[in-house]
């Protein structure tokens, strides 16, 4: 059916994501089949991680903020860990970026949430960060993911 289908479990959930041709998709995301190149998870109590792997672009970091949702978190979860060490970002076009811009600013469990972005090079860290200053969300970029995770715990 030109659709790819994929499974994700956290350690609290189970979700499924299926790109390509869906409604409300964005009208900038090419309507193919895609390779999903993240995977979530909650790792501690109220710490979500979105662990990127492979090639990934602004379309497939938008992709994840779909995957996002209440489900995959328990309540009061208020920390995401996007960790970028295993991936090769590349740019993609403007459209992707602000597709992914603005579905940061208006994902609802970002609300009042701190996010802690690992291995991710400034040129692709400032769509996020400047998603973070217009929700007021605190964004920080670090090198390694403890780091990042002790920042989160102590916030």
């Known amino acids: 059916d030109g659709k790819a289908?994929?499974?994700f479990t956290g350690r609290f959930s189970t979700f499924r994501l299926s790109i390509g041709g869906r409604p409300g998709h964005s009208k900038y995301a090419p309507r193919i089949?895609?390779?999903v190149t993240h995977q979530v998870s909650l790792?501690?109590?109220?710490?979500?991680e979105v662990e990127y792997f492979g090639t990934t672009s602004y379309f497939d970091r938008a992709q994840a903020l779909d995957a996002l949702n209440i489900?995959?978190?328990r309540p009061g979860t208020k920390r995401v860990l996007v960790n970028?060490?295993?991936a090769n970002v590349v740019g993609d076009d403007d459209g992707a970026r602000l597709d992914f811009i603005?579905?940061?600013i208006t994902h609802p469990l970002l609300e009042n949430c701190c996010v802690a972005l690992v291995g991710l090079a400034h040129i692709h860290a400032y769509p996020a960060e400047t998603a973070g200053i217009i929700?007021?969300?605190k964004v920080r970029t670090f090198e390694r993911r403890d780091d990042a995770i002790l920042w989160l715990l102590g916030d």
């Open 5 to 7: 289908r994929h499974e």
């Open 33 to 35: 089949a895609a390779t």
């Open 43 to 48: 790792i501690r109590e109220g710490i979500i």
């Open 71 to 73: 489900d995959t978190a």
């Open 84 to 86: 970028f060490l295993g």
């Open 102 to 104: 603005a579905k940061a």
């Open 135 to 137: 929700r007021q969300i």
